[in-house]
Each structure stands twice: as structure tokens, then as C-alpha cells.
């Protein structure tokens, strides 16, 4: 059974920081790419960062910069290092992998980021 289990979120004031991990079973974690997304009430899902399975990186234009992805394939995790964070940051942030090789993908069930003063 494929897990993806996300934790970290939580309440931060403006210009503070928080680190989500995604912890993943199931899956041959070093094969697939891994993602954020994050989707804030009354908005569409949208990409935050993006790893590959060889540690290349993509950020979206609005965290680019305040927000660092990185992963540990030996303990089969993602990370998301979120720093001067904004309200607008504020929204639910969802754990992605994707595999061109298995042709399969999955989702976490997401966590709460909340930046408010």
C-alpha cells in the first residue's frame, strides 16, 4: 500500500519559516519525482517546487527564492524548507510523486500552512 504522509504545517506569522517532509512507503522512492503543490480556498491546485529522481529542482516563480525542496532517498522523504513566508503562502500543501517508469502517480493527504499575525 502506497503512503505519502505530509507533516510540518502548521501557524506562522509573516517572515517566519516552517519545513514540511513527505514521508513515503510503498513505492521505490529514488525512481520517482516528487512534488508540492499547495491549493488555497477557491483556487485551482497549483505547483510549488518539484524535485526529479536525480535531485533537479523547479520552483514556481512566487516562492522562488524563500522556498528550498530537497529529498533523502535513504529515508524515503521530501522536505520543503519554507522561509519568509507571506499570508499568501497560506493554503493546504499536498505531497506529490510521479514515476515515467511505473506509470503511476499518488498524493498525500495534505497539510495546513497558516501565515497570519
Known amino acids: 500500500q502506497v503512503q505519502l504522509v505530509e507533516s510540518g504545517g502548521g501557524l506562522v506569522q509573516p517572515g517566519g519559516s516552517l519545513r514540511l517532509s513527505c514521508a513515503a512507503s510503498g513505492i521505490v522512492f529514488s525512481l520517482y519525482a516528487m512534488g508540492w503543490y499547495r491549493q488555497a480556498p477557491g483556487n485551482q491546485r497549483e505547483l510549488v517546487a518539484s524535485i526529479t529522481s536525480v535531485s533537479k529542482s523547479n520552483y514556481a516563480d512566487s516562492v522562488r527564492g524563500r522556498f528550498t525542496i530537497s529529498r533523502d532517498n535513504a529515508k524515503n522523504t521530501m522536505y520543503l524548507q519554507m522561509n519568509s513566508l507571506k499570508p499568501e503562502d497560506t493554503a493546504v500543501y499536498y505531497c506529490?510523486?510521479?514515476?515515467?517508469?511505473?506509470?503511476?502517480?499518488?498524493w498525500g493527504q495534505g497539510t495546513q500552512v497558516t501565515v497570519s499575525s
Open positions: 506529490n510523486a510521479e514515476s515515467t517508469v511505473f506509470r503511476n502517480g499518488y
